[in-house]
């Protein structure tokens, strides 16, 4: 009998894949180049590896290299960037960051929702997790067989920018933190903070804004407004602008409502969100 060979290993950049696992060659790996820390996330989602504990417990005691360099470096964001370009790959390793801590230190807008309460009585998560939930679901839309979700998957299908949604669900509730009745206004300014640290283009930049400032807007204009009217279509379209961001926040709604409880997204609901959707498209083109 021939004895078992060990499995192999795979090494790349200072870092080694084993049994599923990514380990780090070094315990001074991050000291020698800061932005591992972020390239490590990158070749664990690309690899479909999780972080081996030791590594997990190394980013936690390394997080103060996360500084404001860290945080406004060009290399970081592009793989940051990279990382929520990914569709359907996001969530996952976005969990994993912030369960090591290093999402609150990399973007200090979202650490402050960790575990913080909501209150109101439809959600069923703590912020974060609210979120990260979110998240989760729009990853789903990329390959459901769901046929209640075949118009969404399309849309998220064919989204250019899958970034700007990713970043805009990340960023949706943040001003919760600032405990203001009405938060969006919050979320939208921290949005153009983290917009421009991240040196997003003009547009995108924009977008993200939009998106996060109106996060409630189409749900809302179903729910409480005449669909029917005229007056009801051309406002919801004027705040919306384009068929681009008006597809985004389809998608931005879906997961934000799903996200919240499972009875807060009903088959009631997405006959009017799909009906206004249908004539503000028409309406902007």
């Excluded at 990914?86 to 290093?102: A, Q, S």
């Excluded at 979202?110 to 009585?121: A, D, I, P, S, Y």
């Excluded at 979120?131 to 046929?147: A, F, H, M, S």
């Excluded at 996060?215 to 051309?234: C, G, M, V």
């Amino acid at each position: 009998l021939f004895a078992a060979r060990a499995p192999r290993s795979e090494h790349f950049y200072g870092f080694f894949a084993k049994d599923g696992l990514l380990h780090a060659e070094s315990p001074t790996i991050f000291a020698q180049d800061p932005q591992r820390l972020m390239r490590m996330f990158q070749h664990a989602q690309v690899r479909r590896l999780a972080l081996a504990p030791d590594l997990c417990d190394l980013v936690r005691k390394r997080l103060s290299l996360v500084n404001r360099t860290f945080q406004y470096s060009r290399a970081a964001r592009e793989v940051f960037l990279a990382i929520l370009s990914r569709k359907g790959e996001v969530g996952r390793i976005l969990r994993v960051m912030h369960e090591t801590d290093f999402l609150g230190r990399y973007l200090p807008e979202f650490g402050r929702l960790t575990c913080l309460v909501q209150h109101e009585f439809f959600h069923r998560y703590t912020a974060d997790e609210h979120t990260l939930v979110c998240i989760d679901k729009l990853d789903e839309l990329i390959d459901t067989e769901n046929p209640k979700l075949q118009g969404y998957r399309a849309l998220f299908q064919q989204c250019d920018t899958p970034s700007t949604l990713y970043l805009a669900l990340l960023m949706h509730d943040t001003g919760k933190a600032e405990h203001r009745r009405h938060h969006e206004e919050a979320s939208a300014m921290l949005a153009t903070k983290v917009g421009r640290r991240l040196q997003l283009p003009p547009a995108q930049r924009r977008a993200l804004v939009l998106l996060v400032d109106n996060h409630y807007l189409l749900s809302k204009t179903a729910q409480s407004r005449n669909l029917e009217d005229t007056a009801t279509i051309s406002h919801f379209a004027g705040i919306v602008q384009s068929a681009e961001n008006l597809d985004s926040l389809m998608l931005v709604t879906l997961a934000d409502g799903q996200g919240t409880s499972d009875k807060n997204w009903s088959d009631w609901m997405v006959g009017l969100v799909w009906q206004l959707y249908a004539s503000a498209r028409a309406y902007l083109e």
